[in-house]
């Protein structure tokens, strides 16, 4: 009888087996098979795909994170002006550098998919067609006073590459959750300029992005089923009640100043006090 610890079952003590595993038959099979064997050939071809796949997320990941970085100036250029002036130029640039955008990383996407299942690459470029969504949105809101749509903007990333002898169609397919989802994202910019917009005096600005705001955020209420966009309503509720408080102080606290001081303009030059003694702290 065996002491404790040493129940064996079976002859496992035996040298028939020793030294066999899995690794090492595998590796004698595969060193085994001739160079012209139809298994190693289906083999090298799956590995062939299997790279090509991984080097065409990697260079989508990298287009990605260009749109991204992009649309992320334009989002802060179009919080920048004051004036009416500097707006109008704004804008201009703006649309100059969202084409630029359009022309550049974002075909070369459609360059990458064109012969590829989009949907299998779609988690490697989804950040970039959401913050390119909340750039473009945003431009629209601020040049045209609407929201540009879906299909609109879909017809916007149509192109034509010129072949030899003709031109052939190619598209920058964008998903409609993305186009969601930057929408969300939108409500975020719609806040801080409602909040920004008290402090330059325009109350009517003000007043127009808490509207669009809390238009959104009915809009969402209503749509079930996506994860993505659940996780992203609570921001959205969050934007709305920034933005509702923004309004609020301005309706009821604004009226106690008089419209001047809501845009007092600062002193051109910093200037040094005078007349101050070394009693009042001043260095």
């Known amino acids: 009888m065996p002491g404790p610890g040493k129940h064996y079952r079976g002859n496992r ?13 595998a590796r004698e099979t595969a060193t085994s098979l001739p160079a012209d064997s139809p298994v ?24 990605s994170r260009d749109v991204t970085i992009e649309s992320k100036r334009i989002i802060f250029l179009l919080h920048s002006p ?9 804008l201009t640039e703006a649309k100059d ?5 359009i022309n ?3 075909r070369s996407i459609g360059l990458e998919l064109e012969f590829s ?12 067609f959401q913050e390119y ?10 040049a045209d006073k609407r929201i540009i749509t879906y299909p609109e903007c879909q017809k916007e990333l149509d192109y034509f590459i010129a072949d030899d002898d003709y031109q052939r169609p190619l598209v920058t397919m964008l998903p409609e959750s993305d186009y969601m989802l930057g929408l969300a994202d939108l409500t975020g910019e719609l806040m801080r300029k409602a909040i920004n917009s008290i402090s330059s005096g325009d109350s009517e600005e003000c007043f127009q992005a808490c509207d669009v705001v809390r238009h959104l955020y009915t809009g969402y209420l209503g749509i079930t089923g996506s ?5 992203k309503l609570s921001t959205t509720r969050a934007n709305v009640h920034k933005a509702e408080m923004a309004a609020y102080a301005l309706r009821v606290r604004g009226g106690e100043a008089p419209a001047p001081l809501l845009l007092a303009p600062g002193p051109a030059d910093w200037e040094t006090p005078r007349d101050l003694s070394d009693d009042e702290g001043y260095y």
């Open 133 to 142: 969504i909340e750039a473009r949105t945003l431009l629209s809101l601020m």
């Open 227 to 231: 994860r993505l966009l659940v996780r």
């Open 117 to 128: 299942p989009a949907h299998l690459h779609s988690r490697a470029v989804t950040a970039g």
């Open 82 to 90: 004051i004036t009416k002036d500097s707006s109008e130029n704004t």
């Open 97 to 101: 550098r969202i084409q630029k955008l």
């Open 104 to 106: 550049g990383p974002i």
């Open 40 to 63: 190693l050939a289906i083999f090298k071809e799956a590995a062939y795909k299997l790279n090509e796949r991984q080097d065409r997320h990697e260079r989508l990941v990298k287009l």
């Open 13 to 25: 003590k035996s040298g028939n087996n020793s030294g066999t595993t899995l690794a090492s038959v």
